[in-house]
């Protein structure tokens, strides 16, 4: 019998499946959203961390939105079956929870703003589930790669769990241990909610902040409280589109006519918001694009401003005004044109 009728039962390694000495699926070579390999060897320099927090689809994309983040990929880890495939996952026999390989550069983000991000994204207190979703593969996980990574995430969970208890949650159950070898998932779960952007996603996280984290980051990390603060940051051309909704001279943009490969970042925070790949000529003077990186990367406000009925797009992190989205985009694509002001977005180019 492949599934267990109890799916909150840790089988032991003489019960796991015996799993294999090679995978029987083949995984991309490159990140669908960020272009950049899944797989090591990555650059010098660059750290890794491994995390489980439910089902991996939408703890993926939470993290391949950072600012600093490499690469991220989806697959099993913390078990006994070597090379599983999704189905004897799901079964509950191979100990392994579905789990997310961040990779990440320290000098850009540190490995305690992910740990902040981990803790907030989903409910650590669960046990083996994560909401609807129920069995020992949605697990909350750390692994760890050496005892720095032990050291910070046994520190931001003693925080998490005093932050949690006040507001009436119960003790962290989240599993902390050695980072062993990471499995990676078939192709078609990695990035799957850039590819199927209205497909199911299980995370919810419990309202409470985490104290630690989001301290150390780059000065982009930190949002300006004030209106002076934006002033201070932002060129004046910059402010007027991105704080007060003004709109740029049309084909007066630096993105206007790009064909650079990349990703582009709202200018205001680093938020991600558009793979170069969707950009396309629509020649109405401004940046377009067929959708944006996710659903979250973006927020969508009605605008009757200047006697027309709009959707105005914004960035879901620091509210500020990017552009239009319409439809009357390529069909082939979807039909919608996400039209920006160059001025509000930077290219990350790849």
């Known amino acids: 019998m492949l599934f267990s009728r109890n799916k909150a039962k840790m089988f032991t390694p003489t019960e796991a499946l015996t799993g294999r000495e090679q995978p029987t699926f083949s995984v991309p070579e490159r990140h669908a959203v960020l272009g950049t390999p899944l797989r090591a060897p990555f650059p010098e320099g660059l750290s890794t961390a491994v995390f489980g927090l439910g089902c991996f689809w939408g703890a993926e994309r939470k993290f391949w939105q950072i600012d600093g983040v490499y690469t991220t990929a989806v697959g099993y880890a913390g078990g006994f079956t070597p090379n599983p495939t999704y189905e004897e996952v799901c079964s509950g026999r191979t100990g392994h929870t579905e789990a997310l390989l961040v990779v990440f550069d320290p000098e850009k983000v540190s490995y305690r703003d992910l740990l902040a991000v981990f803790w907030e994204t989903h ?111 932002l060129s004046p051309e910059q402010y007027a589109v991105l704080r007060e909704a003004a709109t740029e001279h049309p084909f007066s943009g630096e993105y206007v006519d790009t064909d650079e490969d990349g990703l582009y970042h709202c200018a205001a925070c680093g938020n991600a918001l558009f793979d170069g790949r969707t950009k396309y000529h629509s020649g109405t003077g401004w940046p377009s694009f067929t959708e944006a990186v996710s659903p979250e990367a973006v927020e969508l406000v009605e605008d009757r401003s200047h006697g027309m009925a709009r959707t105005e797009v914004r960035c879901a992190r620091c509210h500020s005004h990017l552009g239009h989205v319409f439809d009357d985009g390529p069909r082939e694509a979807g039909g919608q044109r996400w039209c920006m002001n160059s001025v509000a977005l930077d290219l990350e180019r790849r």
């Open 123 to 233: 409910d650590p207190t669960q046990g083996m589930r994560q909401g609807n979703d129920v069995g020992t593969q949605y697990r909350s996980a750390i692994y760890y790669a050496d005892d720095e990574q032990r050291r910070a995430a046994e520190e931001a969970r003693d925080a998490y769990e005093e932050a949690l208890k006040g507001a009436g949650f119960d003790p962290v159950t989240t599993e902390i241990a050695p980072a062993g070898p990471f499995y990676y998932a078939e192709g078609y779960h990695q990035q799957y909610l850039y590819k199927v952007p209205n497909g199911y996603c299980g995370l919810g996280g419990t309202g409470v902040s985490c104290p630690v984290g989001l301290k150390e980051g780059t000065a982009r990390d930190e949002l300006p409280p004030t209106d002076e603060e934006w002033r201070k940051r």
